[in-house]
Nanobody, 114 residues
Framework: QVQLVESGGGLVQPGGSLKLSCAAS????????MGWYRQAPGKERDMVAT???????DYADSVKGRFTISRDNAKDAVYLQMNSLKPEDTAVYYC????????WGQGTQVTVSS
């Protein structure tokens, strides 16, 4: 069973930064891809950023230029650096890993508000 544990969420003012971390219970190389998704109240869960085992990244248009996904192979972790945060970035952020199946973390709340 794969476990993904997110951390790093919190309350931040507009324009601020946060860095989310996702610790995996197995080598990140074992996954075809990992990523971050988010879900705001009353909305569907949407892709934010993904990174493949080969290091190819993809971003939602709404976060391009502001968010950066990265991977630390030695620590079996994936990160999401979020800069220039906006109120519309407020959501629960979930870590995702895909191999034969898709695995999800429990989520971490990010609130952008003054």
């Amino acid at each position: 069973q794969v476990q993904l544990v997110e951390s790093g969420g919190g309350l931040v003012q507009p324009g601020g930064s946060l860095k989310l971390s996702c610790a995996a219970s197995r080598s990140v190389f074992s996954f075809r891809a990992m990523g971050w998704y988010r879900q705001a109240p009353g909305k569907e869960r949407d892709m934010v950023a993904t990174i493949t085992s080969g290091g190819i990244t993809d971003y939602a248009d709404s976060v391009k230029g502001r968010f950066t996904i990265s991977r630390d192979n030695a620590k079996d972790a994936v990160y999401l650096q979020m800069n220039s945060l906006k109120p519309e970035d407020t959501a629960v952020y979930y870590c995702n890993a895909v191999q034969r199946f898709a695995y999800w973390g429990q989520g971490t709340q990010v609130t952008v508000s003054s």
